[in-house]
């Protein structure tokens, strides 16, 4: 005996892939979210005020302990663990280095030279039309890699990707030179203004981009499932004179 699928089953089907739908995680919060960008910021608020009037063992020492019980307050909340242990990692690898160095603006040195790493990886990922933004948000999101054959959709990325190239060569040559100059604390304030306010900006023309690029695969997939759906204008033609 054959069972039919009843509407209820359709609809509840229908209720799960809207949920999933509803479930992805954001650009912003694949990121850490608003909290874990403004987070990023505390240890470095710590960080120069203590320096100044303590020094750097102290200062070190603080920007860890903000680290560490910023990284605890998201576990307790239950948030992403990535976010959390990553910046823990980074704040003790910064500190790591100024230790070495005997300087707090060692703190800063990994930031200004990995900036320019990624803006140097943004640029060739783009040259090699293999554009990171794309590369990363369909690999995260474990989504095919069709938009790269579609030119639209490629340049969609392109853009998102020079916008986030533009970001780290402004962060490396800005704060390279307050480095040389040795200005901690400008170097500290530098690093505030031009983290979390410049991410929220290009993240809103990588959404931007995203959405455009999305379109453009949907268009080109349509246009192709259109194109094989039409019969061939010989065939009707040889039908007709049967």
Same mark, same amino acid.
């Given at each position: 005996?054959?069972?039919?699928?009843?509407?209820?089953?359709?609809?509840?089907?229908?209720?799960?892939?809207?949920?999933?739908?509803? &479930?992805e995680?954001? +650009?912003?919060?694949? !990121?850490?979210? #608003?909290?874990?960008?403004?987070?990023?910021?505390?240890?470095?608020?710590? +960080?120069?005020?203590?320096?100044?009037?303590f020094?750097?063992?102290?200062?070190?020492?603080?920007?860890?302990?903000?680290?560490?019980?910023?990284?605890?307050?998201?576990?307790?909340?239950?948030?992403? +663990?990535?976010? &959390?242990?990553?910046?823990l990692?980074?704040?003790?690898?910064?500190?790591?280095?100024?230790?070495?160095?005997?300087?707090?603006?060692?703190?800063? +040195?990994?930031?200004?030279? !990995?900036? #320019?790493?990624?803006?140097?990886? /943004?640029?060739?990922? *783009?040259?090699?039309?293999?554009?990171?933004?794309?590369?990363?948000?369909?690999? *995260?999101?474990?989504?095919?890699?069709?938009?790269?054959?579609i030119?639209? $959709?490629?340049?969609?990325?392109?853009? /998102?990707?020079?916008?986030? $190239?533009?970001?780290?060569?402004?962060?490396? *040559?800005?704060?390279?030179? *307050?480095?040389?100059?040795?200005?901690? =604390?400008?170097?500290?304030?530098?690093?505030?203004?031009?983290?979390?306010? #410049?991410?929220?900006?290009?993240?809103?023309?990588?959404?931007?981009?995203v959405?455009?690029?999305? =379109?453009?695969?949907?268009?080109?997939?349509? /246009?192709?499932?259109?194109?094989?759906?039409?019969?061939?204008?010989?065939?009707?033609?040889?039908?007709?004179n049967?």
């Amino acid at each position: 005996m054959t069972h039919s699928s009843s509407p209820q089953s359709s609809q509840d089907a229908k209720n799960l892939d809207a949920n999933e739908s509803q &479930a992805e995680p954001t +650009l912003l919060e694949q !990121m850490g979210g #608003l909290s874990g960008l403004v987070s990023a910021t505390l240890p470095v608020l710590v +960080l120069i005020p203590v320096n100044n009037f303590f020094g750097l063992g102290p200062a070190l020492a603080a920007a860890l302990g903000v680290a560490v019980a910023i990284a605890i307050w998201r576990v307790l909340r239950k948030e992403t +663990l990535q976010p &959390a242990i990553s910046g823990l990692l980074g704040v003790a690898l910064c500190a790591a280095i100024a230790w070495f160095t005997g300087d707090a603006k060692g703190y800063f +040195l990994y930031g200004i030279w !990995m900036s #320019l790493a990624l803006c140097i990886a /943004a640029v060739l990922s *783009i040259l090699f039309r293999w554009p990171a933004v794309g590369v990363i948000w369909k690999g *995260i999101n474990g989504e095919e890699m069709q938009w790269q054959k579609i030119t639209p $959709a490629r340049r969609a990325y392109a853009i /998102a990707t020079g916008g986030w $190239a533009v970001i780290f060569l402004a962060r490396f *040559i800005v704060q390279r030179a *307050i480095y040389d100059a040795d200005a901690t =604390t400008a170097l500290g304030v530098t690093r505030i203004l031009m983290g979390w306010p #410049l991410t929220l900006l290009v993240t809103a023309l990588t959404v931007w981009m995203v959405r455009r690029a999305d =379109t453009a695969v949907e268009e080109a997939t349509g /246009a192709g499932e259109r194109t094989q759906a039409q019969p061939e204008p010989l065939q009707e033609a040889e039908v007709e004179n049967d």
